[in-house]
């Protein structure tokens, strides 16, 4: 290759690619890259449409060249909208996100092919950016600033892979209401320069006066007294001083943290300091329907700064659990990760992230103790809603980690999402891994289609791996066997009951106090005709664990089935208090005891929460058309009808019925008279 051969220039780089790709591509290999080649078209033809042009393709990853910075963020923006529509329609597993960065830099052209540093800082980029997120470079930033209705959040210097300069990152804000702003970037305003300026001018006085004072002006002549010099010599301990006496050896002047007391962890409330209330007018964005929070990093205490990388992993491992947790909106971790090492309010952060809680903490080594510190404040009031200490002996580093992180993310559901019924989930392991995969499989089983049921039995039966006496993974993975019967998807209805029964009753020999393991045999009961000792057993689970919103629907249904719709309604409302963000199941489940009592006002108006809440949920849907078909609202019944057959267009009335346990006949005939009115078959 000669140097005539290659070519210079500057370009606005683009590089995109499919975050979590390998599993996708180990789940389902022919559906990922029929995906992805779909996706890749769609790409390329916006590409082309921004005046620029796709230059490679490989594996998962694209890169582009585009004349103008301008259309390439415009370009990058339009390709992650355009993506997300699309992965709307797909179960939530089988999404694709791509991450996009994009550089404006000099790169070397051979042909069709294009290198550089340029290239390779818009790949790392790409590497920094959210799945559906788009970082630019702070060359690019600097050409495009003013020229699109987008907001920018500056995320620092970036050390990066095999670039020698440290460089400015972007991230692209993409919504309407973040346009013409930019977070996190502080530049000094003039009367701050004026200031600094002089500043500066006195700092120069001083040390001028200094060596003037130290080198250039002459010494001050000794003054001579006639008084006696008197050296005092040091005084012998007398027998009754302290064997605590000063040591005769030298003092060092290094600072010397003493060892910490190896306690158990003990829940403390530090001094609340008082904290400025933020103001949600002049919060960057809206605060989202559900709680919002910001884990800033975990400042390292100890004297040691190789400790940092523990610091920095107890913030990214909560910042990882807390994103796993299903009703909480978490933010990303390279937007806290701005705030590290600088002196920032509360109020600060939560006004640039627009969230209404923020967690802080620090974390401090001496030998082989260890002692975490974290508390949760609320911006929005000043206070602090939970403080806790951690003192911990230091044998496996990463035991430690995910213990603490276990034990903070529950406090955090507790005061946040699901109240008490968080410390039950947890009860019974210590492996964190496992009570993520269990929170996740829970939060899918509640979703009630086929897709989402094949999910949580997979992540229960790998919590089961990592914990085999873990209680609340067996109920999980039996009330997957259960809505098999319940979602038709199972070629024996008696052998799924029998499975989930068996895998209940499992739960209970570890943990006979476990009130959520009981409530689903409770129920399992009914399912197989035994109502009263189904009613029974779903009353011992809530005796047993009486704040457990989980329990209290099992109560609910059994009493609902059972044929006592008027007993089971204030069960199910309190269950829907103790569980504001309460999964749609709660919600239907109390329209169908106001359906069964004639109430269709209030039978629509909870049904139709419910499939706002989860359009996709089956039930909810089936649910609404019977209310719309009862009250005489036959239009709405056959739109709602419609959309039962989105979910599951084999639905069928006949296998339906069979799931449906009344201890009424009557109550039966008439549910599916009313699917039947609506015109389902």
């Not at 390329?44 to 490989?58: C, D, E, R, S």
Request: include cysteine; proline fraction near 6%.
């Amino acid at each position: 290759m000669t140097t005539q051969e290659l070519k210079r220039k500057l370009a606005a780089i683009l590089s995109a690619d499919v975050k979590g790709y390998s599993r996708l591509m180990e789940e389902n290999e022919v559906e990922t890259l029929k995906i992805l080649s779909a996706y890749f078209q769609i790409m390329t033809n916006l590409i082309q449409k921004h005046q620029g042009k796709a230059v490679n393709i490989a594996g998962d990853n694209l890169l582009a060249e585009f004349g103008s910075v301008v259309d390439a963020v415009g370009c990058a923006v339009e390709i992650q909208k355009e993506l997300k529509s699309r992965n709307a329609g797909l179960p939530e597993n089988r999404r694709m996100e791509f991450r996009i960065g994009i550089n404006l830099g000099d790169v070397i052209e051979e042909g069709e092919k294009i290198f550089g540093d340029g290239v390779n800082i818009a790949a790392r980029l790409q590497g920094l950016a959210e799945a559906g997120g788009v970082c630019i470079s702070g060359t690019a930033y600097d050409q495009v600033k003013n020229k699109l209705p987008l907001g920018y959040q500056f995320l620092g210097e970036q050390t990066v892979k095999n670039i020698a300069e440290p460089v400015r990152v972007y991230r692209v804000l993409m919504e309407p209401e973040a346009a013409g702003k930019v977070i996190g970037e502080k530049r000094p305003r003039p009367w701050q320069r004026a200031i600094i300026g002089l500043v500066v001018i006195l700092i120069g006085v001083i040390v001028a006066f200094g060596i003037w004072k130290f080198y250039i002006s002459p010494a001050p002549k000794p003054e001579v007294t006639k008084e006696k010099i008197v050296v005092s010599q040091p005084e012998k301990p007398s027998v009754t001083a302290p064997t605590t006496a000063p040591s005769p050896e030298p003092v060092s002047r290094e600072k010397v943290t003493p060892p910490l007391p190896p306690k158990p962890s003990v829940t403390m409330a530090p001094p609340a300091r008082k904290v400025e209330v933020a103001s949600k007018e002049k919060m960057a964005f809206p605060l989202p329907d559900k709680p919002s929070i910001a884990v800033l990093p975990f400042v390292n205490m100890s004297e040691d700064p190789k400790q940092e990388f523990f610091s920095d992993g107890i913030t990214e491992e909560i910042i990882t659990a807390l994103s796993k947790v299903p009703g909480l909106f978490v933010i990303a971790r390279n937007s806290t990760f701005i705030y590290k090492g600088k002196a920032v309010r509360v109020k600060q952060v939560a006004e640039e992230l627009g969230v209404r809680y923020v967690l802080e903490g620090s974390v401090r080594r001496s030998g082989n103790q260890l002692r975490i510190t974290a508390q949760l404040i609320d911006a929005t009031t000043g206070n602090h809603l939970w403080a806790e200490r951690y003192d911990r002996e230091l044998k496996d580093l990463f035991a430690v980690q995910d213990n603490v992180t276990l034990r903070t993310v529950t406090s955090l559901q507790v005061k946040l999402t699901k109240g008490e019924e968080a410390r039950m989930w947890a009860r019974g392991t210590d492996k964190l891994d496992a009570y993520l995969k269990v929170l996740e499989a829970a939060e899918n089983v509640l979703r009630m289609n086929k897709e989402s049921n094949v999910l949580a039995r997979q992540l229960a039966k790998e919590a089961i791996d990592l914990d085999p006496q873990y209680p609340f993974a067996y109920t999980i993975l039996g009330a997957t066997h259960m809505f098999d019967v319940w979602l038709g998807i199972t070629s024996s209805p008696k052998q799924s009951i029998a499975q989930a029964i068996e895998l209940a009753q499992k739960a209970i020999s570890i943990d006979e106090f476990f009130g959520k393991a009981r409530g689903l045999l409770g129920f399992l009961y009914t399912m197989t005709g035994q109502h009263e000792k189904g009613i029974v057993e779903a009353e011992k689970a809530v005796s047993l664990d009486p704040n457990s919103d989980t329990a209290l629907n099992y109560l609910g249904l059994a009493l609902r089935f059972g044929g006592r719709p008027n007993e089971a309604i204030p069960v199910i409302k309190k269950a829907i208090r103790l569980n504001p963000f309460a999964p749609s199941a709660y919600l239907f489940n109390l329209g169908t005891c106001y359906l069964l009592l004639g109430q269709y006002g209030e039978a629509i108006a909870e049904c139709k929460k419910a499939t706002i809440r989860e359009p996709d949920n089956l039930f909810a849907q089936v649910t609404l058309t019977v209310a719309y078909a009862l009250s005489g609202r036959d239009e709405e019944a056959r739109a709602t009808a419609s959309e039962v057959l989105r979910i599951d267009p084999k639905f069928s009335l006949e296998n339906f019925s069979k799931t449906l346990p009344y201890k009424n006949q009557a109550d039966r005939d008439r549910f599916i008279d009313a699917l039947r009115k609506a015109g389902l078959k």
